[in-house]
């Protein structure tokens, strides 16, 4: 486009240049229009004339015209003056060839002297005149050559420059189908990275969609897993608490077993010390029968069977003391001994056992536990009773 531009400025100037050639007017036309050369011209014989004609020369050089020209143009105006000058010298020489004809043809016909002078007066005034016009024809054809030179060099650049306009008009318009292909693209490529920004958000909204359900995941399998090292640790609590409780149910139960043969051993004892006891009781009783059925049977004997005889009261109230001794003395020692030796032994290895478990709940057990089923045991211990609570 600014190619374009700068040849349509080029033809304008040349278009004016064309303008200001074919307008101006040229110095013939200045020394037309100046009626003090023409007079002198005009009035001026041959040889003055030629000095006027010479002197015309450098007044047609000094003059200003508007339109001046580069260097090129005064060459041409040198060349064209040149022209001009063999013109007007082959039109003086045509002049004088015409003097002589004139002067023969008054030899010829005899006339009289003042008509010849008015003639070659007038001659010389056709002279002037046609040396004049001679001089405006060749300054004219000077003038045409040098307006066809400029024109030719002007249409030669027109065409050059229409050329160079009909090139860039074509290069404008490529440049303008290769914009608006362009600009096509761009729209396509601006829609294209418009949807690419749209799928871009749209991905990012999805990663963030999916990043927060991650999150929401791990936070939840956190949570699980905390929940089952929760539960496991609840299980390790249960398997230790249930692993303790049978220990101390294996302990309670060997400590009952042992408080069992304990007990079985005292009640052995027990038997064997009523055993002795009734044996003591039985040996007592019937010493302290036969003493008293003795004695009984002896002051009863004396006094009743004294008549009788010694000797068979002695032999009966012997035997009859005896045995009644014996039968009351086991009666009365085996109920007392057994109740009293039961009792007693029965108390004591109570006592002993209530002291024995109280030291092993004391030793071996804490004072709370936690059941397996989430209750709490208290174990209140005490010298003589446990609480289970």
Request: hydrophobic share 25%.
């Amino acid at each position: 486009v600014l190619t374009y531009v700068l040849n349509c400025a080029r033809s304008i100037d040349l278009l004016n240049e064309l303008r200001e050639a074919s307008v101006s007017p040229t110095p013939i036309h200045e020394i037309l229009r100046d009626p003090a050369i023409l007079t002198s011209l005009l009035t001026h014989r041959k040889k003055p004339r030629r000095a006027s004609s010479s002197s015309h020369t450098p007044t047609t050089r000094g003059i200003a015209t508007p339109s001046e020209v580069p260097s090129e143009r005064e060459r041409d105006r040198d060349h064209a003056r040149s022209e001009s000058n063999r013109a007007r010298d082959t039109s003086r020489e045509r002049d004088t060839s015409t003097l002589r004809g004139s002067e023969t043809a008054s030899t010829v016909t005899v006339k009289p002297r003042k008509k010849d002078r008015d003639r070659d007066r007038d001659r010389e005034r056709e002279s002037d005149s046609a040396s004049i016009l001679t001089q405006v024809l060749a300054e004219e054809e000077r003038q045409a050559r040098h307006l066809k030179a400029v024109l030719r060099s002007t249409g030669a650049r027109l065409e050059e420059e229409l050329r160079r306009a009909d090139v860039a008009e074509t290069r404008a318009r490529t440049a303008e189908i290769s914009v608006q292909d362009l600009s096509s693209r761009l729209a396509a490529s601006e829609a294209g990275r418009h949807q690419t920004e749209l799928d871009a958000t749209r991905a990012q909204e999805e990663c963030r969609r999916w990043q927060m359900q991650a999150d929401a995941a791990e936070r939840e399998a956190r949570r699980l897993q905390a929940e089952l090292a929760r539960m496991e640790r609840a299980k390790s609590e249960a398997d230790q608490a249930e692993k303790e409780a049978r220990e101390t149910a294996r302990r309670a139960e060997q400590t009952l077993r042992e408080w069992q043969a304990r007990e079985q051993g005292r009640e052995e004892v027990r038997r064997l010390e009523v055993r002795r006891r009734y044996s003591d009781g039985r040996d007592d009783g019937f010493e302290d029968g036969r003493a008293e059925g003795y004695e009984a049977g002896r002051q009863d004997g004396y006094e009743e069977g004294r008549d009788v005889g010694y000797e068979t009261g002695r032999t009966e109230g012997f035997n009859a003391g005896r045995l009644t001794g014996f039968e009351e003395g086991r009666k009365a020692s085996y109920a007392e001994g057994y109740e009293a030796g039961y009792a007693k032994g029965r108390k004591e290895e109570r006592v002993r056992a209530l002291e024995a478990f109280d030291r092993f709940i004391e030793t071996e057990m804490p004072h709370r536990r936690r059941g397996g089923d989430g209750s709490e045991t208290d174990y209140e211990v005490g010298t003589s009773h446990v609480f289970l609570r």
